[in-house]
Nanobody, 129 residues
Framework: QVQLVESGGGLVQPGGSLRLSCAAS????????IGWFRQAPGKEREGVSC????????YYADSVKGRFTISRDNAKNTVYLQMNSLKPEDTAVYYC??????????????????????WGQGTQVTVSS
């Protein structure tokens, strides 16, 4: 059974850091592109970051560039989102999603949620003093 499980969310003060993890089971991430999306109350879901399936190409939303870093550890079948210098506007439920096969994450185009067939349950990130 294909499953993605996010962890690492929580409450953090502005300027703090969190590392989100996305652990996969039922398939290997080696041949999958992984996207991180977030949805804040009353707002549409937005693509935050994406890492391609077959090369290290990545995407970051302008709002997180320079603060967030996506990475993968294929040995652990896990993708991470390191979030630094967090701001209150980063508060949202964060979801990881996978698309298996060859998928390229362009630096210029936000990943389309509809392209991703497997989704995790989400993890809450709250940035507040």
């Amino acid at each position: 059974q294909v499953q993605l499980v996010e962890s690492g969310g929580g409450l953090v003060q502005p300027g703090g850091s969190l590392r989100l993890s996305c652990a996969a089971s039922g398939f290997t991430l080696d041949y999958s592109a992984i996207g991180w999306f977030r949805q804040a109350p009353g707002k549409e879901r937005e693509g935050v970051s994406c890492i391609s399936s077959s090369d290290p190409s990545t995407y970051y939303a302008d709002s997180v560039k320079g603060r967030f870093t996506i990475s993968r550890d294929n040995a652990k079948n896990t993708v991470y989102l390191q979030m630094n210098s967090l701001k209150p506007e980063d508060t949202a439920v964060y979801y990881c999603a996978a698309v298996r096969g060859n998928y390229y994450c362009s630096d210029y185009v936000s990943p389309l949620a509809a392209d991703f067939g497997s989704w995790g349950q989400g993890t809450q990130v709250t940035v507040s003093s």
